[in-house]
């Protein structure tokens, strides 16, 4: 019995030097192949490293202010983003999901500057009908309807207040051109 517990002993023994040889010789292996290698990757591993953060700061450049601040759930920002993407064919579903976030009333605000372009245009509109010669009244209706597309309807304005005062032409022309 003596005799078996020695040799079961000496197995563990012979198997844990076993195993110290082979993790031994795996670790020389793994160090000898960085030592071949060493020259090649751990230099191209810095180029690339170093050329990843040239453009990621490049790129973070680029990238509009607006954005951060948009996603950064800034209120105004997000107004000022879906004026500017009013155009775009996914401003409702832009404007739908930024409802979500903030709420109905980002759309109110969203149109107000049109909401006070129309209100203003029907007051002037209402002040050309007791005087229809009123050239700033003409002038400026050309100017509001120029700013909400209608180019055809603000031609008209401007046609009508060069009859009342031919040189407006020419002032447009200096305003333009300060």
Do not use: C, W
């Amino acid at each position: 019995m003596a005799k078996r517990k020695k040799r079961s002993s000496l197995r563990k023994k012979e198997q844990t030097i076993v195993k110290e040889v082979k993790k031994q010789s795996f670790l020389q292996h793994v160090f000898s192949i960085k030592d071949e290698y060493v020259y090649f990757v751990i230099p191209i591993t810095a180029f690339a490293l170093v050329l990843f953060l040239i453009l990621n700061i490049t790129v973070s450049q680029l990238v509009n202010p607006l954005y951060y601040k948009v996603a950064n759930e800034d209120g105004g920002a997000t107004v000022e983003m879906l004026i500017l993407s009013k155009h775009l064919p996914e401003f409702k579903g832009m404007l739908a999901m930024q409802e979500k976030i903030f709420g109905p009333s980002i759309e109110g605000e969203v149109f107000q500057r049109e909401i006070q372009r129309n209100d203003r245009i029907g007051a002037l509109e209402a002040l050309l009908q007791k005087n229809p010669k009123a050239r700033d009244v003409l002038y400026t209706l050309y100017k509001l309807y120029n700013e909400n597309g209608e180019k055809g309807r603000a031609r008209e304005y401007l046609d009508r207040a060069k009859e009342v005062d031919p040189t407006i032409s020419t002032q447009i022309t200096q305003m333009e051109n300060r």
